[in-house]
């Protein structure tokens, strides 16, 4: 099965290569109108660009003080595109259309699908993704089979939505099926409902369901109700050159590998699930983590570390057990050696305060070793490969990764060569020889994983 991001691309290639005389039919269509005034110009004079949109896991939410969250992210990157600032404004998901028709914005951008009667009132962009309305149970319910299975079946969903309009016309085909309609309330609030067992069923597109599992493991993604839909940003009808701006910066973002950094980083290992594993994860996070929650954010604090990650790392490490000991007789918190542990001058291995500082401390290490690498977000997957599987193998892959063209500084290159250190027909042309290289990869991902729900738990729970 293709992953999400595999399906992503594909699609976004043929709308552009394959679809190139329709979107030029689209692009002459509007560039004729000319009945609004020029946005793009107001945009420039300004030297402000408006962002109209939602907040959601999915879309645009704050984390430390800062704004984040993947529609904020390729909005931000259409903002330097026009060499403008980026302003958000977040109405309500029932009062976006209203912002944008009386020009409280200049776009929306919040996982918006193209439909039909959406398509009266607003223009959309080129597509940049595809999505499918899918139905959300808990694990312990059983999932409708089909369409006509929704028979006497209730659903909640938020009033305006994709999903509501779907559910109307199924209504209308002449299921007897009910729904609940909710204003303003986030997709995964709903989810997180379905979760805690207070309602039964609602309705996702399958990248906001994917995202949300991580939050909610109990839940299940259930059959789809409609057809592959694909999501867009959308204009104010007839605002020609601010449509022609925006499917500019889609095919530009798309050509310079922007969109696809940006969906990477958001949706980059969304198939990896286990439920059992993050439905633990979940209730530690509780039970366990409050115990050394002030050590792991001091410490963190001294070496610049983002205290999440380093929850994160623990939990990847020992699963917050201080008395933790591996086969290999690393202990404790952060799973430290002897040598380590002396290096880093801590005599008590299984003492958490003890074990949290020389962990990070190697950690910071280990960091510093790859200062050249000027994008930070990827130095800090190189440095925990290296915590994992250590520094020389980490340079072993870096090297195999330059002889079989990947560029050796990213971690795609990375991810790609350190599992070929457990092959004889490559660790021998290695200086640290053998080392079992899918392990640090499978590591990295799940403290991504872990990460990604430490900090986005309190915006979902937020709402």
Known sequence: ???????????????????????????????????????????????????????????????????????????????????????????????????????????????????????????????????????IHHHLIFNPKDINDLEFKLFHVRRGTSYHDRLAEIKALGVDLEYVLHNNIPTEELIGMVHDREITFTIADSNIALLSRRFFPDIRIGIPIQERESLAWAVRKNDGEMLKQVNKFFLYATNTGILKRITARYYGNIDNFDPYDLKKFHERIETRLPKYKNVIKEESAKHGFDWRLIAAVVYQESHFEPDAKSVTNVRGLMQVTKITA??????????????????????????????????????????????????????????????????????????????????????????????????????????????????????????
Request: some cysteine; proline content about 4%.
């Open 342 to 463: 002396k290096e880093m001058g801590i005599k008590n291995r299984r003492d958490p305060h003890q074990s949290i500082r020389a962990g990070i401390k190697y950690l910071s290490l280990m960091y510093k070793r790859f200062d050249y690498i000027k994008d930070k977000s990827q130095r800090l997957l190189f440095a925990l490969a290296s915590y994992n599987v250590g520094y020389g193998h980490v340079k072993d892959a870096m090297s195999l990764a330059k002889e079989n063209g990947y560029d050796p500084t990213t971690w795609k290159g990375l991810k790609a060569t350190l599992p070929l250190l457990a092959k004889a027909k490559y660790y021998n042309q290695t200086k640290y020889g053998y080392a079992r290289g899918w392990e640090p990869v499978r590591y990295v991902e799940r403290i991504q994983i872990y990460f990604d729900i430490l900090k986005q738990k309190k915006a979902v729970m937020a709402g």
């Open 1 to 135: 099965m293709k992953s999400f991001l595999t399906k992503h691309f594909i699609f976004l290639t043929l709308i552009i290569v394959t679809s190139g005389g329709v979107l030029f039919c689209v692009l002459m269509h509007h560039q004729g109108i000319g009945s609004t005034p020029n946005t793009v110009e107001k945009i420039r004079k300004n030297g402000k660009l408006r962002l109209i949109t939602s907040k959601a896991v999915n879309t645009y939410y704050i984390y430390n003080n800062k704004p984040t969250g993947f529609e904020y992210d390729l909005a931000l990157a259409f903002a330097e595109f026009m060499n403008v600032e980026l302003d958000i404004i977040t109405p309500g998901w029932s009062s976006m259309f209203a912002y944008l028709k009386q020009g409280k914005g200049d776009f929306i951008a919040a996982g918006l699908s193209i439909t039909a009667p959406r398509l009266e009132y607003v223009d959309f962009s080129i597509p940049y993704m595809t999505v499918q309305q899918r139905i």
